[in-house]
């Protein structure tokens, strides 16, 4: 069982930047493959970037490509996301999952556990 918390979100102007953090609890994080998906006002949840349970491998959206990096510390049982050149169509209410195995995946029905979310609100 893993529970996740996330923290970092709130208001940035358009070319900001962001950190979000997502602790979890749990003494087997390192077995996890963690992600970030995103949910705008009126929209889908829709994937963000996800990384492999030892940090070798990431992907991300194209939308997100080239502004955003995850990464994990698994001392610290911890995943982030640090957000560049932030554009107001990034505002949505960003979420943490973890799923069970080592390969990374961009699917949300591919994750078993979601934090509470927290929102990132881009102004222009």
């Known amino acids: 069982q893993v529970q996740l918390v996330e923290s970092g979100g709130g208001l940035v102007q358009a070319g900001g930047s962001l950190r979000l953090s997502c602790a979890a609890s749990g003494r087997t994080f390192s077995s996890y493959t963690m992600g970030w998906f995103r949910q705008a006002p009126g929209k889908e949840r829709e994937f963000a970037a996800t990384?492999?349970?030892?940090?070798?491998?990431?992907y991300y959206a194209d939308s997100v490509k080239g502004r955003f990096t995850i990464s994990r510390d698994n001392a610290k049982n911890t995943v982030t996301l640090q957000m560049n050149n932030l554009k107001p169509e990034d505002t949505a209410v960003y979420y943490c999952?973890?799923?069970?195995?080592?390969?990374?995946?961009?699917?949300?029905?591919?994750?078993?556990?979601w934090g509470q979310g927290t929102q990132v609100t881009v102004s222009s």
């Open positions: 990384i492999s349970w030892l940090g070798g491998r990431t």
């Open positions: 999952a973890a799923r069970s195995g080592y390969q990374a995946a961009t699917t949300q029905s591919a994750y078993n556990y």
